[in-house]
């Protein structure tokens, strides 16, 4: 298997989908002809045409709003936020229009569409361009919510986003794009919505993890394993629908939890893990769970600051051994 | 600001003080914690701290005057501070006392684990009653059959954890099932609430138990007493009194002593007899509080040497010496002379050959001692002389049946006659 990044990994997923489908269409700011403002579009103007590829103004409620329509008369857009926080522009059209119409159409219409982009934290810019906002979206029934954390997962997973007759938020981490791993090279590679991976076995704590997290509960994992700790890392990879079954199969072999993610604490997806455990594992918890979460704070600019708010391995180890009642 | 002294609770039974001796004169100075007076309660001489600082203004009430509790006594102030409106109040009783009664008598916390530099106990005993325990390991307990009151939890805050329950299946059976019957498993004692009491734990009592306890206490008033009486040769227990003070004459080892010290270790073989009847439930102690009956001037009193089961002869000789001097000068804190798991009291230096005792309620039972005489007994088909001491067991018949306290008895007199069984 050739290893690419998570940028290339999207990109085949991309033209592959342009090329299985005619009904597929990308559109966005700086999609086409400067190749997306991470480079994810690259090329795809040349291969697929302006019909295909289509630049959008700064006006992320009409471009969505008008995926939306595309979506009902029976094309499969796929519609690129530079960044996730830009979408907030557009969640009356996701929020209203996309995720209800068809429950509110009677089962008239669905809504083939993706929004996608990365979201989360990046480097050095600041409050209102670092924010993990997928629990915003995976609040509302009628919507998808998609969070890949290695270029095989974000490949077979956008594929089956685009193929998906539902609204599929797919979120990107900003700071991963450039994250290397192995993905098959078959067209036909796809990743169901809806089902977590083990990233890696445990016994001794689950560690549920998504998107820019996994890497760094994986690294976590190791050092922990030569203290004798075994973790196991799951990963989501869909938010929603959540593969709750895998993590309480997991909970019930090793008792113990830590929830980490990027997103504030309040009202995040860990919040939700935390309770659907409780309902379901209550009798096989020898500890509390614990989230790790960033900080309940708007992103700082300053990197020190920064750096004390985005979880690390550090936060991931010591909260593994609290729940292992270790030390 | 000038401030009452009222009559404090020195003991748990009193109702009134009675000032015994002013430790300080009006117009003295007086600082926070310093005796101010003594006061004879129903029990005891005790002292009675200064709660504030000041000058003791007025003393309203005498040397030898009584006071009943709460009442205001004493006042506390600044030497030129018109304390007329608490004056006043006097001699009517302070209902709402300005400030909380002296706990001189109160026990001494035992200090808390957070004081040696943990922030966080690894075990704490559940002191609230209330039992931590993870869903996991309440859950594995319960399909193992595993009481989580027999267990120490190791979590934060002694939460019973996991490990906890699969450390409690690796362990064999505990070898103490076999000198304490009644325990399958290990058991768990509360701690009391007067300190350096023995940890107890409290059984429902049975039906049966509850019809014998309601049945009996109709018969001999409240406590339903029954008797029973051995006769114990004394020779080796001398043999062996002697043999100890001659090694350190300072020891000054008593008959007594040895006694207290037997009847301690036969309380915990049989725990029956080291409990108490509680209405709804039996309390049974983990550790032997014997109660010593020591005759004072104008009546007995009863101080308790803690654990006895676990203290050497020299230190229960000691104890015995001191708290004895003590309850004779008046000198005893509530908490020296209450809450004994069980009673001796020892007629022999009068000459009294054998005598039945009356029950201290709650105890479950009291030995009454008689003297130690040369009396011929025959032995192998010989007359002999030895040494005979009467020892007569009132027991109370809602907790002890005859047999119960007949064994009880039996462990006493083989100890006593055999004291090498202490050290086996």
Known sequence: MPTITIREALNQAIREELARDERVFLMGEEVAAYDGAYKVTKGLLNEFGPKRVIDSPITELGFAGLGVGAAMVGLRPIIEFMTFNFSILATDQIINSAAKMLYMSGGQYNIPIVFRGPGGSAFQVSSQHSQAIESWFAYFPGIKVVMPSTPADAKGLLKSAIRDDDPVIFIEQERMYGNKGEVPDDPDFTIPLGVADIKRDGTDVT????????????????????????CEVIDPRTIRPLDIDTIIESVKKTNRVVLAEESHPICGINAEISSQITERAFDYLDAPIKRVSALDVPMPYAKNLENLVVPDIDRVIAAVKEVAYIE | MASKVIMPKLSPTMEEGQIARWLKKEGDKVS??????????????????????GVLRKILINEGESAPLGQLIAVIGEPDEDIQALLSEAPAKATTPAQPPPSAPEPEATPSPQTNGHA?????????????????????????????????????????????????????????????????????FQTATVASASPYRDEPASEMRRTIARRLVTSIGPVPHFFLTSEIEMDRAAEMRRGINALDPELKISINDIIIKVVATALVQHPAVNASYQDKFVRYYEHADVGVAVAIEDGLITPVIRSADVKSLSQIAGEVRELAERARSRKLKPEEYTGATFSISNLGMFGIDEFTAVINPPEGGILAVGAVTPKPVVRDNEIVVRQIMRLTMSCDHRVIDGATGAKFLQTVKKILENPLYLVV
Do not use: H, W, Y
């Open chain 1, 207 to 230: 560690i549920v993890a998504r998107s820019l997290m996994v890497p760094i509960a994986l690294k976590a994992a190791e050092k922990l394993q030569e203290q004798g700790v075994s």
């Open chain 2, 32 to 53: 926070m914690g310093e005796p101010l007076a003594e006061i004879d309660t129903d029990k005891a001489t005790m002292e009675m701290q200064a709660l504030s600082n």
């Open chain 2, 120 to 188: 966080q106990p690894s075990v704490v005993p559940n002191e609230s009653g209330r039992m931590i325990v993870s869903p996991l390991a309440a859950r594995m307990a319960a399909e193992a059959g595993i009481d989580l009151r027999s267990l120490q939890g190791s979590g934060p805050g002694g939460r019973i954890i996991k490990r906890d329950i699969e450390a409690a299946l690796t362990e064999p059976a505990t070898p103490a099932a076999a000198t304490f019957p009644r325990a399958v498993e290990p058991l768990r």
